[in-house]
């Protein structure tokens, strides 16, 4: 695997080394002594699925509140998204900022989501489907979100009207 280092300390995309031949490829898309190597969390608690009827699905910002982070490997294993992290850690020269880069099924690239990064992302094409590899279970009590369409990120989502759960329209702007 190639590691990228992101405008955001800590998180990563993570690009196949493929092995090919007239069959196809064979790629790791993940390996705990690398991502150890890397200083990234090397444990998987979960993995989850979403699956996407349409174009402009938003699903975020999403992260988990202490005592339960949870980092976060994303691949987009059908379709495409745009996938979306923002820094959460007020420590950090990058509080608040966000990065953004396409997941898709034809460039198998996955995103590496650190600890108290919020998470989300919006289907650019119908019929996406994202996997995500999780550090930490689902803790429904330490669930938290930020507004996709905080004027204070001013996030430019590729598509117009996106379909948001009311969940995730109910969440906060930032103060």
Not at 7 to 33: M, T, W
Not at 89 to 108: D, G, I, V
Not at 144 to 164: C, E, F, N, Y
Request: proline share 6%; hydrophobic share 35%.
């Amino acid at each position: 695997m190639k590691f990228r280092e992101t405008p955001l300390r800590g998180a990563f995309l993570v690009e196949l080394e493929r092995i090919e031949d007239q069959r196809g490829f064979f790629a790791r898309s993940f390996c705990r002594d690398e991502f150890t190597a890397h200083g990234l969390s090397a444990v998987v608690a979960q993995c989850n699925v979403s699956w996407n009827r349409f174009r402009g699905t938003l699903r975020g910002m999403h992260y988990q509140a202490s005592p339960y982070q949870e980092a976060k490997l994303v691949r987009c294993t059908r379709g495409a998204i745009w996938d979306v992290i923002i820094d959460l850690r007020p420590t950090s020269s990058t509080y608040l900022r966000w990065y953004a880069h396409e997941l898709s099924a034809n460039n198998r690239i996955g995103l590496y989501v650190p600890q108290d990064f919020a998470h989300g992302f919006q289907t650019l094409i119908d019929d996406s489907e994202v996997l995500y590899y999780m550090s930490e279970s689902h803790h429904p009590e330490s669930a938290r979100g930020l507004r996709w369409d905080d004027p204070k990120l001013a996030i430019p989502w590729p598509v117009s009207q996106p379909t948001v759960s009311e969940r995730d329209r109910a969440y906060p702007l930032l103060p």
